[in-house]
Structures are given as structure tokens and as C-alpha cells.
């Protein structure tokens, strides 16, 4: 069955979804234009795990990502093919764009706080979706603050802008500020590529633990971050999904000549 939304034109897929598979993508194909960015990915991201993309920059690992939660329907001239299903449903079908982005969050590369107060900035995606109780926001912001294992340091300074904070504690904000909504999957776009070492420590740190609850995804550059957090990688190389295997596999016993190239450091 085929059904067109704006630029997107879907396919419902045959397949049924096993109960751990968060995602299933099947035969995704997207465009800018006439420029061919993914090219028949076909992945099951499994649920409560890390899954990273790792590949050379420009291959189309952003771009995957962001087609998770249709964040490339507005960009101009993008049509995307294939089958994106999140548990039983079909993301590029009926579903309401706001209520995917609510299930599914996004983490940015550069922490991105609104300029406005820490609480507010935690308070703000709850607001959206009509929560205006004083004591319900209360109890969440403290909750996603904990979460985010940054409740200490910021429980005294809750109404200072968000932008005084460090760099680091800008992003376990914003990790915090995605947990607001109660998602069930968080994309993270190089989340520490803009942080100092003890910054990117606690991040991983925190993703390790934060996916007992949550379907973590992560775009990075860095193949010794992924092999220290990821259960799941997956390689890509222009616009190709070269190789997916387990992180420990992908790393020791590559079976694509061009993974191997590209982990021991032969291109990229
Ligand atoms: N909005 C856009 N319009 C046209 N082309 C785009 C757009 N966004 C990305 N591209 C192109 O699609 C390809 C994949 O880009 P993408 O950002 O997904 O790569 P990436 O692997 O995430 O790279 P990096 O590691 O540098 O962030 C690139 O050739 C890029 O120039």
C-alpha cells in the first residue's frame, strides 16, 4: 500500500516487527534533489540499546538519523522511499508528526538550551503538550534533571539562564530537556564531538545508563566511542549501509574489506 505525505512517499511493509526491535527500516531510500543520500538501507535497531552510525562525513549518517524522526520533511527538494516502522507503526503513514517527535527526541552535535531559564527549558516540551500544573512540572523537571544525572549541580539555580552553564552541562540539559516528554527513543547527533573528554565521559556514561529505559541512537566519529558504549554499529559509506553487526564483531572481525579499511584507519 502506498500513501504520499508532502515530499514523502511510503510503502507499508510486509514484515511484522519482533518485540525488541525498535525500529524497522526497510528498503529506505531518500533524495535531496537528484543527489541519491541513502541508498536502500534496511536496519533493525534493537530496543534498550546503544546503536551507533560511524562513518566517513558526508555518507549520510545525519541524514539517516533525522529521517528517524522526520526531521528531513521540511528540507526543501527531499523525497524519501521505504518503510520506517517505530514498534507496529508506520512512521511516514498516519502518524502525527509532533506525536513522533514526542516518542522519538533528538539530541543535537552543539548543545542547544533555549535562552531561558534551566527549569523553563525542561518545562518547555511539557508545556507544548499541556501540562500547566505548577507541582506536575516541578516533579518533572526534577525527574529529567536527575535522569540526566544533573540534578545536584543544578537544583540551586533552577531560574538562571540556561546559557551560563558549561558547555558539558549544556548538553546533559538538553539531554534533559529530551527526556521531558517521556520518549521512547532518543537520536543523538555527535553528542560529545563539542565537549571536553570529562564532559563526553559523563555523556557516555550517562547514555550507558539511560538505556535501560530508552532506545538510545547515536551518530559519532569517534569508533573508540562506539566500541565503548554501543551494542549495535552500523557502518556507511556513501549513502550505503556497507556493513550492521554486533559493536564487538563490527570492530574485531569486520567481514566488508571496505569496514576494515575504514576502522583501521585506511581513509576517512
Ligand atoms: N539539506 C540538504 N540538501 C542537500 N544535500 C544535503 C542536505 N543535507 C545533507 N546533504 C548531503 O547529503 C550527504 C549526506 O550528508 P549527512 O550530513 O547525512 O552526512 P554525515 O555522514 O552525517 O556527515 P558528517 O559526519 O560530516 O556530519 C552529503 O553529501 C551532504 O552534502
Not at 136 to 147: C, M, N, P, T
Not at 173 to 186: G, H, M, Q, S, Y
Not at 213 to 233: E, L, P
Amino acid at each position: 500500500m502506498d500513501s504520499v505525505y508532502s515530499n514523502v512517499v511510503v510503502e507499508a511493509s510486509e514484515h511484522p516487527v519482533s518485540a525488541a526491535t525498535k525500529f524497522h527500516v526497510e528498503k529506505l531510500n531518500l533524495h535531496y534533489g537528484s543527489f541519491h543520500a541513502l541508498k536502500d538501507i534496511n536496519i533493525d535497531i534493537p530496543q534498550n540499546r546503544i546503536t551507533a552510525f560511524i562513518g566517513p562525513s558526508g555518507c549520510g549518517k545525519s541524514t539517516f538519523l533525522k529521517s528517524l524522526n522526520r526531521m528531513n520533511d521540511l528540507v526543501e527538494g527531499c523525497r524519501i522511499e521505504g518503510t520506517v516502522m517505530l514498534g507496529n507503526e508506520n512512521i511516514y503513514g498516519d502518524m502525527d508528526v509532533n506525536h513522533l517527535r514526542k516518542r522519538v527526541g533528538m539530541v543535537f552535535q552543539n548543545p542547544n538550551p533555549f535562552p531561558m531559564s534551566i527549569y523553563d527549558n525542561i518545562a518547555y516540551g511539557p508545556r507544548t503538550h499541556g501540562i500547566h500544573s505548577r507541582q506536575k512540572l516541578d516533579a518533572i523537571v526534577e525527574k529529567s534533571l536527575r535522569q540526566a544525572a544533573i540534578w545536584d549541580e543544578l537544583k540551586d539555580r533552577l531560574k538562571k539562564s540556561a546559557l551560563g552553564l558549561s558547555g558539558g552541562q549544556q548538553q546533559r540539559l538538553c539531554i534533559a530537556r529530551a527526556l521531558a516528554v517521556e520518549p521512547e527513543v532518543i537520536l543523538m547527533d555527535e553528542p560529545t564531538s563539542a565537549l571536553d573528554p570529562i564532559s563526553t565521559a559523563h555523556i557516555e556514561e550517562l547514555a550507558l545508563e539511560l538505556q535501560k529505559d530508552y532506545t538510545i541512537i547515536m551518530v559519532t566519529h569517534n569508533m573508540q566511542q562506539a566500541t565503548r558504549i554501543s551494542s549495535k554499529t552500523a557502518f556507511f559509506l556513501l549513502g550505503e549501509m556497507v556493513e550492521y553487526n554486533d559493536t564487538e564483531k563490527l570492530f574485531s572481525m569486520p567481514e566488508d574489506k571496505r569496514t576494515e579499511d575504514y576502522i583501521t584507519g585506511r581513509f576517512g
